[in-house]
C-alpha cells in the first residue's frame, strides 16, 4: 500500500503555536475539577463542540488513543482515532511528531491534551490536525487531569520503569523508552537548561526516587534513548546530570561522557566534544569509542579552522551519503547589507579561486529514488502552491530537528517572506518548544538551495544549454551561506560535494566586501529573470548587468531575436540539423544580435553564448583551428570576460565575468592551438585559467582531466553528426 499511495503533505492556512501553559498544575491539587479550573486561560471542550475548518482558540480537548497508529511516511502525519469522555469519536492527525518506525506518541491507550485543536475537512473527511508540535501533550494515565475512568493507579517502583525503559530500548522504540525513563527521573536542584530539556516527553507526573545509583543509571539510559532518537540537547544535559560528584569515579561515567560528547559532536559543537572525550580519556585513556570520537573530533576542528579537506574522499563518500565535515567559515561574517537585511562580508583579502566557505547543511535530503512512487508532493493551500520532490521531506527534517534540538533555534532567525515575525529563540512551553512549523515553511522558500545534479562532465551535446545547472531535487538549507545576497554578477560561486557547500571566489575579494552569488542560471531574457526574483524572493535585481539590459522588452527587435535564439537552440536539440545549416543560422543570430549589446560596458552578452559555443564545437570538429580559436574569444567575451594577450602573458579581466563551462572548454581549445602553433608556454598559460575556472565552478579540481576527455569526445561525436 505504501508504494502505491501519493504521498501529498499539506499545509493550511498559518497558525502560530499555543503559548499558554498549564503545567502549573501539580499532582497534589485536591480535584480533578479544581485542577481543570486552575487552568484559568483555557475552556476545555468535548468533540462534538468541534466546528469545521476552525481553529479553537482558547480551548483544549482532552481525548485517548483508541486504535493503533498509522503512518506510512516521513511526510505523512501520524494518525489515530480518539475518542474524549463521552465516547464520542473522531480521527487526530499530527503532523510532526515521532518517525516512520517509533509511533509512540498515539500509541494506543494514551492521553493526549490538544491546546487550541484545528478541525479541517478535507473533501468527505474530517478530522482533528495538529501542526505545531508543541500544541500536543501526552499525559500520564495517573495525571490529576485526567478522568477517573482513563486513570491507572499502579504504584511501581522506579526499577520497575527502568526495566521497561531498557526493554523498549532494545527493540529500537526509544521514544517509548524515553517515556518511561523520564517518567522516574526526578531533578533536584538542576539548572534551567536541564529542568527545560528533561521535559520533552515527562509531563507533570514522576516518582522521586533518592537512591543515587538508580537515578544516574536512569540519567544515563534516558541519553542514550535520546541520542538514538537524534535528540542531541537531551543526550547531553541527560549524561552530564548522570555524572558522579565524586572525582569522576563512577565506572559508568566513561559511558555518560561518550554520549555527552557524541551529543555535543552531533550538534556541531566540536570544543566541547573535544573536552568531553578528553576528559573521559582521563578517566580511560585505553577507551577505543572514546579515542576514535576524540580522532573524528579534531579532525573537525581543523577542517574549521583551515577550510583544508580531503575533497577526494569526500566525492566518493557522497555518492553513498552525507559525510560529517566541520563548516570553514572564519573568513566570512554577518553584518548588516546594503543591499538587503544582513549579508555576508570578508573578513580578510580572499584571492581568485580560493576557498570564501565551506559549510554542512543544517538540514538536506537527496534526490528521491526512482521507483513506482509518485513524487512527494507538499501543498501550501494558504498560498496556492505545490513543491515537488525532496522539498516535504527537508520540511520535515527542519522541524524535527528544531523541535528535538532548541539550542539550534538560530536557524529560525533566517530571512522569510515577510508572512511570520522574526524569531531567535524558542519559547518552551510545558516544557516543549514552541516551533512555528508556518515560519520553517517561510524561511526555506527564501533560503532553500538545490543540488546533486552537476554536470560539468558527461555532457551530451544535446544538452549544452544545460552545462551548469545545478538543479536536481536534492534540496537542503545553509545558515551562513542563506545570509550572502545575489548579484548577476557575483564574485562567488557556489558548488557541492555531499551537503557541503563550497565557495570560491571569481576574482579578488578585499577585506569587508560583501560576498554575492547568483541565485539562478542566468537567462538572456531580462523580464524572465526578473520574474523569477520577484517570484522567488521578493526583489527586482538592481545588478549593473539588470540595469544595462533594461531596454530588452517584449516589444522591442532585440527582444524578439533573443527569442528567436532561444527557439532555435531548442530546436536543434529535438530536430538535430546538418553541421552547414547550423553555422549558417547561428553566424546569421550571432551576427545580428552581437552589436546590439552596448560593447563599452564590457558586461556579459548571455543572448549569444550558446551560438558562439555550437560555432567553436563545430569548427572544431571541422578542423578549421583559426575560426575555432576566433569563435572561442567570443565565448569567452560574451560571458564578460576581457582577454588580452602580451607576449606569453596572458591578462583575464574578471570584473564582469560570469563563471561558465563554456569558459573553461574555450580556454582549452585555445591552449590546444597555440600549443599546436609552437608557444608551449601561451598553451600552459591558456591551460591554467581553464583548470581555474573548472575549479571555481566544480568547487575542486577533481575531475579536470575527465572533463577534457569528456570534450574531446563531444567534438568526436560533432564529426561523426
Not at 395 to 419: E, M, Q, W, Y
Not at 570 to 589: D, F, G, S
Request: with cysteine.
Amino acid at each position: 500500500r505504501a508504494k502505491d499511495t501519493n504521498q501529498v503533505m499539506s499545509l493550511c492556512e498559518p497558525y502560530p503555536p499555543c503559548l499558554k501553559s498549564y503545567t502549573e498544575l501539580r499532582k497534589a491539587s485536591s480535584e480533578r475539577l479544581m485542577a481543570l479550573r486552575f487552568v484559568l486561560t483555557f475552556f476545555q471542550i468535548y468533540l462534538k463542540d468541534l466546528k469545521v475548518q476552525t481553529h479553537h482558540t482558547g480551548s483544549v480537548l482532552l481525548v485517548r488513543t483508541i486504535g493503533h497508529p498509522q503512518k506510512l511516511s516521513v511526510i505523512l502525519p501520524l494518525t489515530n482515532g480518539v475518542q474524549d469522555e463521552t465516547t464520542d469519536v473522531e480521527r487526530l492527525n499530527v503532523l510532526f511528531k515521532g518517525t516512520v518506525k517509533d509511533r509512540t506518541l498515539l500509541a494506543k491507550g494514551n492521553i493526549l491534551l490538544i491546546k487550541e485543536p484545528f478541525f479541517e475537512e478535507a473533501g468527505d473527511n474530517h478530522y482533528i490536525r495538529v501542526d505545531n508540535p508543541s500544541n500536543l501533550v501526552l499525559l500520564a494515565d495517573d495525571h490529576v487531569a485526567v478522568p477517573q475512568l482513563w486513570q491507572s493507579r499502579d504504584n511501581y517502583s522506579a526499577l520497575h520503569w527502568k526495566l521497561k525503559g531498557n526493554a523498549a530500548l532494545k527493540k529500537e522504540k526509544v521514544l517509548e523508552a524515553i517515556r518511561w525513563y523520564v517518567t522516574v527521573t526526578w531533578f533536584p536542584g538542576a539548572g534551567s537548561l536541564a529542568n527545560k530539556t528533561a521535559s520533552y516527553e515527562r509531563g507533570l507526573s514522576f516518582v522521586v526516587t533518592d537512591d543515587t545509583a538508580l537515578k544516574n543509571d536512569l540519567h544515563r539510559n534516558l541519553s542514550a534513548a535520546a541520542l538514538q532518537a537524534t535528540q542531541y540537547d537531551l543526550a547531553k544535559t541527560q549524561a552530564l546530570l548522570s555524572i558522579s560528584s565524586d572525582d569522576d569515579s563512577d565506572l559508568h561515567d566513561d559511558k555518560a561522557l561518550l554520549r555527552a560528547g557524541t551529543a555535543s559532536y552531533k550538534l556541531g559543537n566540536f570544543c566541547t566534544a573535544k573536552s568531553m572525550f578528553e576528559r573521559l580519556l582521563n578517566i580511560s585513556p585505553s577507551y577505543e569509542p572514546g579515542i576514535q570520537m576524540l580522532e573524528h573530533t579534531k579532525d573537525r576542528l581543523t577542517e574549521g579552522k583551515t577550510g583544508q579537506y580531503e575533497f577526494g574522499a569526500m566525492t566518493i563518500a557522497a555518492k553513498n551519503d552525507f559525510g560529517e565535515y566541520g563548516s570553514f567559515l572564519r573568513r566570512t561574517e554577518i553584518r548588516p547589507s546594503k543591499i538587503a537585511g544582513r549579508g555576508l562580508f570578508a573578513t580578510e583579502d580572499i584571492r581568485c579561486g580560493e576557498i570564501v566557505l565551506c559549510e554542512k547543511a543544517f538540514t538536506a535530503e537527496p534526490r528521491p529514488k526512482s521507483g513506482p512512487s509518485k513524487p512527494a508532493e507538499m501543498m501550501d493551500l494558504h498560498n496556492n502552491s505545490k513543491h515537488i520532490g525532496s522539498y516535504a521531506a527537508l520540511f520535515s527534517a527542519t522541524v524535527r530537528k528544531i523541535v528535538d534540538n532548541p539550542s539550534l533555534a538560530h536557524i529560525l532567525d533566517l530571512h522569510t517572506d515577510g508572512t511570520r515575525e522574526s524569531q531567535k529563540t524558542i519559547p518552551l512551553v510545558d516544557g516543549l518548544p514552541a516551533v512555528d512549523i508556518f515560519r520553517v515553511h517561510s524561511l526555506l522558500k527564501r533560503n532553500v538551495f538545490s543540488f546533486g545534479k552537476h554536470a560539468i562532465v558527461n555532457t551530451p551535446p544535446t544538452e549544452l544549454n544545460k552545462i551548469h545547472e545545478t538543479g536536481g531535487d536534492a534540496v537542503g538549507l545553509w545558515y551562513q551561506v542563506s545570509h550572502i545576497n545575489h548579484s548577476c554578477i557575483a564574485n562567488c560561486h557556489r558548488n557541492f560535494i555531499g551537503d557541503m557547500m563550497i565557495v570560491r571566489a571569481n576574482f579578488d575579494i578585499p577585506k569587508n566586501t560583501e560576498i554575492t552569488l547568483a541565485y539562478i542560471e542566468h537567462s538572456p531574457l531580462p523580464s524572465v529573470q526578473q520574474g523569477e526574483f520577484q517570484m522567488n524572493w521578493g526583489f527586482q535585481c538592481t545588478c549593473n548587468l539588470c540595469i544595462s539590459e533594461q531596454y530588452i522588452t517584449p516589444n522591442t527587435k532585440m527582444y524578439k531575436h533573443l527569442v528567436d535564439a532561444a527557439a532555435t537552440f531548442k530546436r536543434w536539440k529535438t530536430h538535430p540539423a546538418t553541421a552547414t545549416e547550423v553555422i549558417k543560422k547561428a553566424q546569421e543570430l550571432v551576427d545580428t544580435i552581437t552589436p546590439l549589446y552596448p560593447e563599452y560596458e564590457k558586461l556579459p552578452r548571455l543572448g549569444v553564448t550558446d551560438h558562439h559555443t555550437m560555432l567553436m564545437l563545430i569548427y572544431k570538429s571541422k578542423e578549421q583551428f583559426d575560426l575555432m580559436a576566433l569563435n572561442a574569444r567570443q565565448v569567452i567575451r560574451d560571458l564578460g570576460f576581457i582577454l588580452s594577450v602580451n607576449g606569453n602573458d596572458i591578462n583575464m579581466d574578471r570584473t564582469n565575468g560570469i563563471p561558465d563551462i563554456h569558459v573553461a572548454w574555450a580556454l582549452l581549445f585555445l591552449s590546444a592551438d597555440t600549443f599546436e602553433k609552437g608557444n608551449s608556454v601561451l598553451a600552459l598559460g591558456y591551460c591554467d585559467l581553464a583548470e581555474e575556472i573548472y575549479t571555481i565552478l566544480n568547487g575542486t579540481k577533481i575531475g579536470f582531466e575527465e572533463m577534457q576527455k569528456q570534450l574531446d569526445e563531444i567534438v568526436f561525436s560533432m564529426q561523426l553528426a
